[in-house]
T-cell receptor, first 111, second 116 residues
């Protein structure tokens, strides 16, 4: 499958600070998806990016897909304690149905 | 949104026991379901793709005789961990997507398996 690398592994911020996680692939991705997993919970779908250079926003979250469709980022503005969790990017597997997940970025926000 | 139900949520059992985990799509038909395994503070590792009415496709390194998958209907897939040992202790999560590829996956709540 198409492996995706994700950094950083951990990020600890003060509430109100911004946060960014990055995802990179060595091959072009047809699409990339982002998921959030709260501690003790299951991954929840956030968004899917398909187009080259695409930028999508969900309130304080901004998602970008690179021009070459090999990298993506998730940026959170003014973090809140409710943003705590692990954020995963995922690219399609060779079958196109399953997903290859990045290692995830665990975000800790302290008040 | 689409709902996927996974049962049981937690299992604690003795070494040598076989454990069956169920994954149901409640409001849509899922020709394909996926089984993942997640170790603490690590990513989700795809174990197998479960196909309704046919054999599952296992990822490299996953023992098909150890992890039996049955997908008998469009709404139910089961994963049986046979003769479980402590090293099989993990968080197992299923997911399902609608029939088209590149669609978002909807995850069950996961099953935390602890083998004593």
């Amino acid at each position: 499958g198409q492996q995706v690398m994700q950094i950083p592994q951990y990020q600890h911020v003060q509430e109100g600070e911004d946060f960014t996680t990055y995802c990179n692939s060595s091959t072009t991705l047809s699409n990339i998806q982002w998921y959030k997993q709260r501690p003790g919970g299951h991954p929840v779908f956030l968004i899917q990016l398909v187009k080259s250079g695409e930028v999508k926003k969900q309130k304080r979250l901004t998602f970008q897909f690179g021009e070459a469709k090999k990298n993506s980022s998730l940026h959170i503005t003014a973090t809140q304690t409710t943003d705590v969790g692990t954020y995963f990017c995922a690219g399609p597997s060779s079958s196109g149905y399953a997903l290859n997940f990045g290692k995830g970025t665990s975000l800790l926000v302290t008040p | 949104g689409a709902v996927v139900s996974q049962h049981p949520s937690r299992v604690i059992c003795k070494s040598g026991t076989s454990v069956k985990i169920e994954c149901r799509s409640l409001d849509f038909q899922a020709t394909t379901m996926f089984w993942y395994r997640q170790f603490p503070k690590q990513s989700l590792m795809l174990m197998a793709t479960s196909n309704e009415g046919s054999k599952a496709t296992y990822e490299q390194g996953v023992e098909k005789d150890k992890f039996l998958i049955n997908h008998a209907s469009l709404t139910l897939s089961t994963l049986t961990v046979t003769s479980a040992h402590p090293e099989d202790s993990s968080f197992y999560i299923c997911s399902a997507s609608k029939l088209i590829s590149n669609q978002p996956q909807h995850f069950g709540d996961g099953t935390r398996l602890s083998i004593l």
